[in-house]
């Protein structure tokens, strides 16, 4: 079984704060992702790995990059969190199309 | 670049019809449509996915339509169970390296 784990569930910060959101697979998958879910918008694709040290911007990056030193390990970082990215942040990886998804974050901006 | 639109947004059915959830994408060089069901408090998991090659698929009570000349595919659920009450996300492919767009999604309820 694929297993998708990120480190938080629920997550609060404050405006400006630096944010890390980490993603680890365990199935050597090479495509990583992660994605912001809102209602009504949808899986929106923010940054996209496929391979280590690796990455793709995705729909939409902006307030957002990534870091990819390992395989299993693909992590988000908010630089100065802002309220409008409160939101539920899930990470994936793929081999070949199927994406398998984490449990996701929800990370509330103050 | 790929555009996925999804219809309805929400579908309320009695248990035991039908349900059917139909997207529409822009980019004719498309092969590869994955529907996703992501459960209340739940992961998004794959549940069927059909490729340009063929034109219907179908694993037990759901199956998927692909229409590649008017470019669209649907899904269709049939003799729905409240189990089958979720978020139902397709997907089309966006360039390479297996990255997919998704639509908005559509809200099933089945009413028991």
């Known amino acids: 079984d694929v297993k998708v784990t990120q480190s938080s569930r629920y997550l609060v910060k404050r405006t400006g704060e630096k944010v890390f959101l980490e993603c680890v697979q365990d199935m050597d998958h090479e495509n990583m992702f992660w994605y912001r879910q809102d209602p009504g918008l949808g899986l929106r694709l923010i940054y996209f790995?496929?391979?280590?040290?690796?990455?793709e911007k995705g729909d939409i990056p902006e307030g957002y990059s990534v870091s990819r030193e390992k395989k299993e390990r693909f992590s988000l970082i908010l630089e100065s969190a802002s309220t409008n990215q409160t939101s539920m942040y899930l990470c994936?990886?793929?081999?070949?199309?199927?994406?398998?998804f984490g449990p996701g974050t929800r990370l509330t901006v103050l | 670049g790929e555009n996925v639109e999804q219809h309805p947004s929400t579908l309320s059915v009695q248990e035991g019809d039908s349900a059917v959830i139909k997207c529409t994408y822009s980019?004719?060089?498309?092969?590869?449509f994955p529907w996703y069901k992501q459960e209340l408090g739940k992961r998004p998991q794959l549940i069927i996915d059909i490729r340009s090659n063929v034109g219907e698929k179908k694993d037990q009570r759901i199956a998927v339509t692909l229409n590649k000349t008017a470019k669209h595919f649907s899904l269709h659920i049939t003799e729905t169970q409240p189990e089958d009450s979720a978020v139902y996300f397709c997907?089309?492919?966006?360039?390479?390296?297996?990255?997919?767009?998704f639509g908005p999604g559509t809200s099933l309820s089945v009413i028991p």
């Open positions: 994936a990886s793929s081999f070949p199309h199927e994406q398998f």
């Open positions: 790995s496929y391979d280590v040290k690796m990455k």
């Open positions: 980019d004719s060089a498309s092969n590869y």
């Open positions: 997907a089309a492919p966006k360039t390479s390296y297996d990255k997919v767009i």
